[in-house]
C-alpha cells in the first residue's frame, strides 16, 4: 500500500510557475511509474505528465509540455511537477498517482494509488 500526499496548490496570476510536490508514506517510490493529472471545474480528469520509475522514459499532455517539468528527488521518496508560464486554463485540482508498473502510462485507470488532489487556480 502506498499513500500519496499532493502539496503545493495555490492561487497564481497567469505566467506565474508553482511546484507541486507529492510525498510517498514511509516508502521509497523507486519501483513505481509516477503520474500526474488534473482534473478543471466541470470536466473529466486528464493526463498532465509521467515518469517511468528509472526516469529514462518521461512523457507529456501536449498542452503542457515545454511548460511543466516531473522530477523526482535523489531518495525517491518525492515526486515534482514545476509549473511555469501557467495559464487561466491550467486552473484544476491536481493529483499524483503511482503506478506498479516500469512502463510510463497516459490514462488513469492504469495508475494503483492516488494523493488526495491540491487546487491549482490562475487568474488571468
Known amino acids: 500500500q502506498v499513500q500519496l500526499v499532493d502539496s503545493g496548490g495555490g492561487l497564481v496570476q497567469a505566467g506565474g510557475s508553482l511546484n507541486l510536490s507529492c510525498a510517498a508514506s514511509g516508502r521509497s517510490l523507486s519501483s513505481y511509474t509516477m503520474g500526474w493529472f488534473r482534473q478543471p471545474p466541470g470536466k473529466e480528469r486528464a493526463f498532465v505528465a509521467a515518469d517511468s520509475w528509472s526516469g529514462d522514459s518521461t512523457i507529456y499532455a501536449g498542452s503542457v509540455k515545454g511548460r511543466f517539468t516531473i522530477s523526482r528527488d535523489n531518495g525517491k521518496t518525492t515526486v515534482y511537477l514545476q509549473m511555469h508560464n501557467l495559464k487561466p486554463e491550467d486552473t484544476a485540482v491536481y493529483y499524483c498517482?503511482?503506478?506498479?508498473?516500469?512502463?510510463?502510462?497516459?490514462?488513469?485507470?492504469?495508475?494503483?494509488?492516488w494523493g488526495q488532489g491540491t487546487q491549482v487556480t490562475v487568474s488571468s
Open positions: 498517482a503511482a503506478r506498479r508498473s516500469t512502463r510510463v502510462a497516459g490514462r488513469d485507470w492504469e495508475y494503483d494509488y
